[in-house]
């Protein structure tokens, strides 16, 4: 019986360090804040105004035919944010640099990893804390390959018929090319158009299903063909033979690196009649079996806006 008491003390300490007050408090962590990134996205709209080189209303040459595709994708090179219109190329932040080999002798972009993106598709995205803060008044998007459909004309046993062909364009600067695929064929570009390797800014592959037959050719537009419109070129000029399409935005781009939300940046590209061709024979068709050469594969302005 003289034990009692202590038991009874004992039960009493242990019953007081299991009750909350006794636990050992615990630190619960702040929640990390989600990543926020600028998103850009691809419009293609054949609405837009035809720009020149110059970023300045296009006027159709005498001789010439042109047409608004209707895209399947679209590929981009090099993405680049600018201050004003005297940054040089290279002076802003660099946002995206697709990848290059030298397999066939000189730099070239790669074809067989680039990154293919439709309308309205998502083609990059960058966290906006990798960003220098600043406000930017131009996009400059280096556009390596297109895809997208046309209407042409061929006639058959005297009788006109108008088909639907895909067409694969490539307007980077030098892209190494060894296969690729346009619709539903693959093709290796062929020996007249320089065979597999490297291809200057113009080259391309159209293939078309006509009378139950599938055909496929290729060609190589002239070298400064292709229109790549600069609206800045006079103080910020880019180098010939590239695709560095240049545009202001709607409203400037302001990155403060302290945003809460993303940005998504609608990359839109005019596709007004930028496809063009001498027409041989003025019908407004394209025609390759009556003579007409591509000329022109070019996109016809660069208008990027924040949404």
Sequence with gaps: MRNIPLLCLLFSVTLLCTAPSCKKDKTVPEPTPAK????????????????NNL???????????????????MCAHYVELDPSMYTAIGGGPVLYH????????????DHSKSI???????????????ITPGTYTYLRVSLAYQNYDIRYKYTYQGTPYVFTGTIASFIGYNTYI?????????LSPSAAAGGPGNHLQGYWGFETTALSTTNVLDGQSPP????????????SPIPQGSCL???????????????TADKVVMVALSTNNSFEWK?????????????????????????????
Excluded: C
């Design 36 to 51: 926020k990134y600028i998103i850009f996205k691809f419009k293609f709209d054949s609405t837009l105004a035809r720009l």
């Design 55 to 73: 970023g300045q209303p296009a006027v159709m040459p005498a001789g010439h035919s042109a047409l608004s595709p209707v895209f399947n994708g």
């Design 98 to 109: 697709a990848p290059e080999t030298t397999a066939g002798g000189t730099t070239a972009i």
């Design 116 to 130: 293919i993106k439709g309308n309205n598709e998502e083609f990059l995205r960058v966290p906006l804390d990798s």
């Design 178 to 186: 060894n296969s690729y695929m346009i619709k539903t064929q693959t």
């Design 224 to 235: 400064g063909a292709t229109t790549v419109p600069n609206p800045i070129f006079a103080t």
């Design 245 to 259: 399409v240049t545009g202001a935005f709607s409203s400037p781009l302001v990155i403060t690196g302290t945003e």
């Design 279 to 307: 027409d041989a024979n003025m019908n407004g068709y394209y025609e390759p079996a009556a003579g007409d050469t591509v000329v022109d594969m070019g996109i016809r302005g660069l208008y990027p806006s924040v949404q």
